[in-house]
């Protein structure tokens, strides 16, 4: 959203909350609207039901240690109405970091509320299970604030429990564990305080029973942990333990520069590389200021489009399999393959490419790429039609989708579901046509709607999200033209090799560029995309320094993860495993 739009509601705003409202200049292009912690509870309902932003996307923490006040909250809500998104912040003091929750506002506040009193120690009051989320209950200190040293707390091993004191649980038995870099703790048992909500189950009547799902379950797609609450084969209550994976991503970037930075999202979804590449890329061009080229931009949606297609070629071929159709995890991944070639083509790597950069692309594809998408083109309409006669009308398909791990409209949108699993319920919303990236505006495509929000109108979405992703890069193809592939920008991009032989300047720019990094003005940058999996962002705080102060990344799979106990509620146990599919999760976004 431009900034006057931003203005002109906090105008509204100040009408209605007086001088508890400020403005803000940051983010640069949108500008956000500065709350009271104590209205923050009212400002959003007030956001919600008057002015109609009805999509709850996320709630990051940042920490600006040597301010007053430190933290920041900054909330990001859209309007699938207006078709536009806002920010607005609370600013809270170090001595007691508090504010009310939001999550009966917006169902999905409650894991990000929960992720910021884990990372940052700040206190959501009314929130109904305040407790760790990413962290184990027992760790100590708060790893995303700034006085938390990277490398983790050191703790002398103790036999006794009571000397290392616990931050929130009881002393359990004595265990040895190893917990990182140079440190042993005693574990207590999660198993244990993960039943506490259901500890009064023995006198719940016959049948009931709770089930532990993962974290080695194959059809839980990664680490995840479900424990589940069974009357017979009902399930009554779901819920998910995450975590087992977590490996600091966000925080890792702080000590790192820009483009060093850049490499981590390709192992955050290691199924959407490119996709991640690009998200975090256009979020920091928007911190730096610079433009792209055209055929930067042009290659970038092939590029991205591609990745879309071998990300659903992966879930598809998955899903099938966990619900026993064999023969399309064989189909699909032959396509995969193809797409995986052309990555390697351009960049020399399958997967975690970091091709797509700031500033552009690392190089031009090379004379072979061109001919080799247009073998994959040739060919894909008629795979994808391949797939859809192995499952669309196969009745035993049929039986396993329709009707299973329902969601509707409202809740998907509450909760911040995002993706075809949002698009299924019936509602046209990709961040593409919604706030067009990359030039996405100039491309002629459709977006794939369901009605019932069930499994199985979630594949059908993206069966035909990747014929319709076909159909832009064939587009795309028409459209490029020979011209530079990054931006004439030599704070950012190293100079040509050439330039380097023949110039004792350029090669000193490009060795200060490699070691030291370019740097980003003091300021926020953010750009919504849309992956496979749904809604992505970085938002990136710039100190003036080579390396992100804050590198905040929304990932759709954690969103559509907290859904899964709603989709769950009331279906059979049988069913557990096409829903959890269905939802397309990558547990490396999820923990990040």
Known sequence: MQKEETRK???????????????????????????????????SRWLRDDLKFDFYSEVGGADFMFQNPRYSLTYTLFSTKERKHIHYKVLLDEDEPRVDTISDVYAGANWHEREIFDMFGITFDGHPDLRRLLMPDYWRGHPLRKDYDIGGESVQFSANFADVTPQTLPAPPDEEVFLGWDRLETQPSSYTQLLDSGAELEDAGEGRMIINMGPQHPSTHGVLRLLVELDGENVITTLPDIGYLHTGIEKTAESLNFNQALTLTDRMDYLSPLGNNLAFSLSTERLLGITIPRRAQVLRVILAELTRIQSHLVWLATHGLDLGAMSAFFYCFRERDQILDLFETASGVRMMTSYICPGGLREDIPPEFMPMLQSFMDIFQSRVDEYEVLLTKNPIWLERTQGVGKISVEDALSYGVSGPSLRASGIDWDMRKVEPYSGYEEYDF??????????????????????????IIAQAIKKLEPGPVGADERRVLSPHKIEIGNSMESLIHHFLLTTIGFTAPPGEGHVPTETGRGLLSFYMIGDGSPKPYRMRARTPSFSNLQALPLMMQGGLVADAVATIGSIDIVLGEIDR
């Not at 906090?10 to 209205?39: H, N, T, Y």
């Not at 977006?447 to 990747?466: F, T, W």
């Open 446 to 471: 459709d977006v794939p709607v369901g009605s019932h929000g069930d499994v199985y109108d979630r594949y059908l979405c993206r069966v035909e999200e990747m014929r319709q992703s076909h159909r």
């Open 9 to 43: 509601i906090f105008e509204d705003a100040r009408l209605k909350f007086g001088e508890d409202v400020a403005f803000s200049d940051r983010p640069a292009e949108e500008g956000s609207i500065v709350v009271q912690p104590s209205r923050i509870k009212e400002f």
